[in-house]
């Protein structure tokens, strides 16, 4: 059963709602009264209040009725009609009971809310009548008292004062796509008023612009205004209704398709098939939807076909630009190079056909390399794999298999698949890592191998993949080099301690460029400290400091400038200067590096550089990866000597505590030369004068010789404050002894002004313990146990003449003695 009752919008005493099978239904549960037999009956067992049921017969009459069916309320002939006045609102409902022999249903209950203000479930208005209009694109409407009433308001009032009234609307804001014309007046530019009396008698119209638009509106106030006075909006907003009034356009037809893209053309490589979309072929119409607008194929391509999706192999004649704009309608290409042309036409179905032409260019199939870096390999290293981001080719070809064929092998290793030399190799080796290049011969710093790559239809030949060994060693950055003294090359900058542990050997340095500006320089011992240009040297003679760069550009002061006599090179703007060099060491590949810093002048008085302003400096030295765990080299200002690290205290071989094997040498990225950082640092190189390399005999010998002397003269001082202080000591226990003759002598200690004895010997103090002469004691040295009386008793004494601070210690005893005891 469905028993939902309904709200009813009164205009006047009178109004009616149907009763439809929304608000009242009743079924049986008898299934197989498929033809509808069963009869279901409505009695009303207690009428409405405020109105009746009537039941709506043929010419628009009523009867009112007390029972009903539910065939009638099926035939919406049943409705509720209000016959009796009601305030703004009030409710209403009536008492049935429900048959269908041999069931039937207790009393229901059906409500009726009554109002004057328009509430239903949707609550699109407040007033009774508000449904909106429908016009054709261009035409115009009436809008009269069934499309728009607000005589509902009246129910505000009471029933008396309900004749001194009149409803009155004012358009707020007018249509953007028309104007409302009420008689002769046409709403344009003003606000335009006018009653309910208008509606009913003559309408108001709207008047289309012809724009090409589906919906338009405006906006009014109603209010109730009394008779005979000028129509006026009250100040109280509550007396005031404001609404929209909706209008719905109908297009019409009036205007021809328009070719959008202006030159339609597809660009198609040879054998493919190609998707048509909106950039390739589009045409607008305002008044047609895209499902409306057709395309018929005039003239075909020689060079192939249109088709539709899920017929690609089916010519298609017909389409429609809502296909095109989904992706439904495909190009296939036969095979043929040669260009074509499609000629076709347009139409909406109601203007003249539009005739194009559509180009179809075709490409031919191509293969190129887009990505050839060339490999890397770190000094030690051996394998390295061969990724996408080393090599890769495209093509155009829609499906292709992109292979790859070593027409030149490489000289120093092989190329190898999964441990496996070979001579080719496809796309999806590159892709899932499995290509390898591994160099057996360690004797090149370089190796190379030349490749075609190739699909079915093209391939691109005579290509070079190179393979470069970068040194295992760490060169310092930001360094600054001054002009004119020769400067030491240490650890810091240039640091191949790895490498030497590594291959447990002393690496080895062959200048293959010199600086252009100055030279490289090597201390020689057996000529006097003396040093010449050097060609080659060895790490060990970096950790010695034998090597020097020794930079001579002649900067001069003009004017307050400093520049470069030679190169015109300003302060500000230093010079920059490298030498290239071959390192080598044992069971390793050689690997070339170069060694970048720059040139400053410098001050031979004041010991500094001289800059007027900051300087960018160059970030050229990047050999090793950031994460080697080789030492850091450290950057110090001349003035500034390198922090002892904890690491130098410890043990460590000839050359560094590292012993990692050859599998474990960090994969390094590839070196950028020539290229300024943008935010370098302004740090300098510890700077050495080379009179004399750091391991001189004479600079190990002297330091020796300094401790020595510094040993002995303390030596010296502590038996000379030892000697005085024995003699401050004597004549102080000769006093003690005369100037307190009555005091107890044990209370006074072993200091009581005898002889001092040397330190080396014990000596004691004996008191009897009974004296001949109170006041009087007869004091005596004891330097030998045999000499005490043997009959007398005595204090055995214990004190240490080397600790004169110490307390004596004393206790009864007898003989015999030990060593260094003594009776009192």
């Not at 293959?512 to 790490?539: I, M, N, Q, R, Y």
């Amino acid at each position: 059963m469905v028993q939902k009752g309904f709200i009813l919008c009164i205009l006047s005493t009178g109004s009616s709602k149907l009763i439809s099978e929304d608000e009242l239904l009743i079924i049986t549960n008898d299934y197989d009264d498929i033809y509808g037999n069963r009869t279901i009956t409505y009695t009303v067992t207690s009428p409405p209040k405020f109105g009746s049921i009537m039941w709506k017969q043929a010419e628009n009459s009523t009867q009112e009725i007390s029972s009903f069916t539910q065939n009638m309320v099926k035939e919406r002939a049943v409705l509720y009609a209000q016959t009796k006045p009601v305030a703004w609102s009030a409710t209403d409902s009536f008492t049935f009971n429900a048959s269908c022999p041999p069931a039937s249903l207790q009393a229901y209950i059906f409500n009726i809310h009554i109002s004057y203000e328009n509430i239903g479930p949707e609550h699109r208005s407040a007033l009774c009548t508000n449904t909106g209009a429908v016009v054709a694109e261009g035409s115009s409407v009436l809008i009269d008292k069934s499309k728009l009433d607000a005589s509902n308001l009246l129910g505000k009032l009471d029933e008396a004062e309900r004749h001194f009234y009149e409803v009155w609307y004012e358009i707020t804001s007018p249509p953007l796509h028309g104007t409302i014309v009420v008689g002769e007046k046409n709403l344009t530019h003003e606000r335009l008023k006018f009653s309910q009396f208008n509606l009913h008698k003559h309408g108001i119209i709207y008047v289309h612009d012809d724009s090409e638009t589906t919906h338009d509106n405006f906006t009014f106030d109603v209010w109730l205004n009394p008779k005979g006075k000028l129509a006026q909006r009250p100040q109280n907003a509550d007396y005031v209704v404001s609404e929209i009034f909706n209008i719905t356009v109908t297009p019409v037809n009036d205007r021809p398709p328009v070719l959008k893209t202006g030159s339609p053309r597809l660009k198609v490589v040879k054998g493919d098939t190609v998707t048509l979309d909106p950039e390739n072929l589009y045409v607008e119409d305002q008044d047609t939807p895209p499902e409306e607008l057709y395309y018929t194929v005039i003239s075909k391509p020689k060079n192939g076909f249109l088709a539709l999706e899920g017929q690609l192999n089916k010519s298609a004649i017909t389409f429609t630009q809502a296909d095109v704009n989904h992706g439904r309608v495909h190009f296939v290409q036969k095979g043929e190079p040669s260009s074509g042309v499609i000629y076709f036409s347009i139409t909406d179905g109601f203007h003249r056909p539009l005739y194009k032409l559509f180009s179809i260019e075709v490409e031919n199939i191509t293969i190129s390399v887009v990505n050839n870096t060339g490999l890397t390999l770190l000094q030690g290293q051996t394998t390295v794999t061969l990724t996408f981001e080393h090599l890769a080719a495209v093509t155009n070809e829609k499906d292709a298999f992109i292979k790859y064929l070593v027409t030149g092998p490489p000289r120093h290793g092989s190329v190898m698949v999964m441990e496996k030399p070979v001579t080719y190799f496809d796309q999806e080796d590159l892709h899932t890592g499995r290509l390898f290049y591994n160099m057996t011969d360690l004797s090149s710093s370089q190796d190379s191998f030349e490749f075609t790559v190739f699909t079915s239809e093209s391939n691109l030949t005579n290509q070079v993949v190179n393979i470069t060994v970068r040194p295992l060693i760490h060169l310092g950055e930001h360094v600054r080099i001054p002009d004119g003294i020769p400067v030491k090359l240490r650890k810091d900058v240039l640091d191949a301690t790895e490498l030497a542990s590594l291959s447990a050997s002393d690496p080895i340095f062959e200048i293959l460029e010199p600086p252009k500006h100055g030279k490289l320089v090597k201390v020689t011992f057996d000529l006097g400290g003396a040093s010449h240009s050097v060609e080659s040297f060895t790490f060990r003679d970096v950790e010695q400091g034998r090597v020097a760069i020794e930079e001579n550009i002649n900067f001069q002061t003009i004017n307050g400038n400093t520049t470069a006599a030679r190169y015109n090179v300003t302060a500000v703007h230093p010079l920059n200067d490298s030498f290239v060099f071959l390192l080598k060491a044992s069971n390793v590949q050689p690997a070339m590096g170069e060694f970048v810093y720059l040139v400053l002048p410098f001050d031979p008085i004041t010991g500094k550089h001289i800059l007027s302003e900051p300087t960018k400096l160059p970030t050229y030295n990047r050999t090793t990866n950031a994460m080697s765990p080789m030492y850091p080299p450290s950057h110090l200002d001349p003035t500034t000597r390198p922090h002892r690290t904890a690491s130098k205290l410890k043990p460590r071989n000839r050359w560094g505590n590292h012993t990692r094997s050859r599998s474990t040498v960090p994969h390094v990225p590839r070196t950028t030369m020539g290229k300024l950082d943008p935010s370098p640092k302004n740090t300098l190189v510890r700077m050495e004068s080379l009179p004399r390399p750091a391991s001189d005999p004479l600079l190990i010998i002297l330091p020796l010789l300094a401790c020595l002397l510094l040993i002995v003269i303390l030596v010296v001082l502590i038996l000379v404050f030892r000697h005085r202080r024995e003699k401050r000591a004597h004549p102080a226990m000769i006093q003690d002894l005369t100037g307190n003759p009555g005091e107890d002598i044990l209370a006074r200690g072993p200091y009581l002004g005898q002889p001092e004895r040397s330190l080396a010997v014990p000596s004691v103090i004996v008191t009897p313990l009974t004296p001949s002469c109170p006041g009087s004691p007869v004091l005596e040295e004891v330097h030998d146990a045999a000499l005490v009386p043997a009959v007398s008793p005595f204090l055995l004494c214990t004190w240490s003449p080397l600790d004169p601070d110490s307390a004596q210690q004393c206790s009864p005893a007898t003989p015999p003695l030990k060593q260094n005891q003594y009776w009192v």
